[in-house]
Nanobody
Framework: QVQLVESGGGLVQAGDSLRLSCAAS????????MGWFRQAPGKEREFVAA????????YYADSVKGRFTISREDAKNTVSLQMNRLKPEDTAVYYC??????????????????????WGQGTQVTVSS
């Protein structure tokens, strides 16, 4: 079965950088969309970034555009989230997610956490001011 394992979270100061990694296994992910979501205490899970495993288009939430970058490493079957210029409001548990969307689905579905079937356990990111 699909297994997603996140790593790389931690405690940093505002303005610092962190790189999260998601090791994916259990399936060939060529036709999958890989997403990063986050959830802060008392808030709903929200979209951060996504990309098709076999594509080049990247999708970002407005709040992270220009600061975060999603990428993949095919040889390691890993999807990463490079987070720069971190802000206290970026503090949350970050989750990796995977879903095989039908080809006729619009990219609007990639932003919806309820559309993803497979999730990692999450990694905590805390940004102090």
């Amino acid at each position: 079965q699909v297994q997603l394992v996140e790593s790389g979270g931690g405690l940093v100061q505002a303005g610092d950088s962190l790189r999260l990694s998601c090791a994916a296994s259990g399936r060939t992910f060529t036709n999958y969309v890989m997403g990063w979501f986050r959830q802060a205490p008392g808030k709903e899970r929200e979209f951060v970034a996504a990309m098709k495993w076999s594509g080049v288009t990247e999708y970002y939430a407005d709040s992270v555009k220009g600061r975060f970058t999603i990428s993949r490493e095919d040889a390691k079957n890993t999807v990463s989230l490079q987070m720069n210029r971190l802000k206290p409001e970026d503090t949350a548990v970050y989750y990796c997610a995977a879903q095989s969307f039908p080809s006729f689905y619009s990219s609007s579905y990639y932003y919806r956490p309820n559309e993803y079937e497979h999730w990692g356990q999450g990694t905590q990111v805390t940004v102090s001011s």
